[in-house]
């Protein structure tokens, strides 16, 4: 059996979830809603990027006891573009701090661009956004990361990178 677990704060990875099931017949479950994860073989896990962490993979990845046979695939959902070497990598090591060592190591890992609207985030994470930009426009440009300019390129606005043609490599190994 084959499932589609998804963790989204504010939409954008529900849309990814929701495109990629529409294109592969496949379930769509918000994280909080799996009872057993190991009753499914192939694990599809989209998350939102949020402070370093992949919203509710560990809670829901971590539950996985039985590694044989099964096929994981975790797909993050953020602002910084993907295509950015450094910006993967980060999100890699923070993935690999978030789960075991079994799973990262059996797990492949994909990575899509979301978007945010600023005007729909909570008041904690417009605080945080606020801090890290006040914190981001005084710092060197040089020292930036990619993610750090697309924050500062983006603070206040509503943009919107969200790519369905990007997960035809998930698509592709799925099947």
Same mark, same amino acid.
């Given at each position: 059996? /084959? ?7 504010? !939409?954008?990875? +529900? &849309?990814?979830?929701? #495109? ?7 379930e769509a479950e918000e994280y909080s809603d799996i009872k057993d994860i190991n ?45 950015? /070497? ?7 090591? !923070?993935?690999? +701090? &978030?789960?075991?060592? #079994? ?73």
């Amino acid at each position: 059996m /084959k499932i589609i677990i998804y963790g989204s704060q504010y !939409g954008t990875t +529900r &849309q990814y979830a929701q #495109e990629l099931s529409k294109r592969t017949g496949i379930e769509a479950e918000e994280y909080s809603d799996i009872k057993d994860i190991n009753q499914y073989d192939t694990i599809i896990y989209l998350g939102a990027l949020y402070a370093g962490s992949v919203m509710g993979m560990k809670k829901t990845l971590n539950k996985i006891s039985n590694f044989n046979n099964k096929k994981i695939i975790i797909a993050t959902v953020g602002l910084a573009d993907p295509n950015d /070497k450094q910006n993967t990598d980060n999100i890699r090591d !923070g993935i690999k +701090r &978030q789960l075991s060592e #079994e799973v990262y190591n059996c797990a492949s890992i994909h990575f899509l661009r979301g978007g945010i609207d600023y005007n729909l985030l909570n008041l904690k994470h417009k605080t945080m956004m606020a801090f890290v930009h006040r914190r981001l426009k005084g710092s060197k440009e040089e020292k930036k990361t990619a993610e750090e300019k697309v924050i500062l390129e983006t603070y206040g606005k509503k943009v919107d990178y969200i790519d369905f043609n990007a997960l035809n490599p998930i698509i592709d190994e799925i099947q």
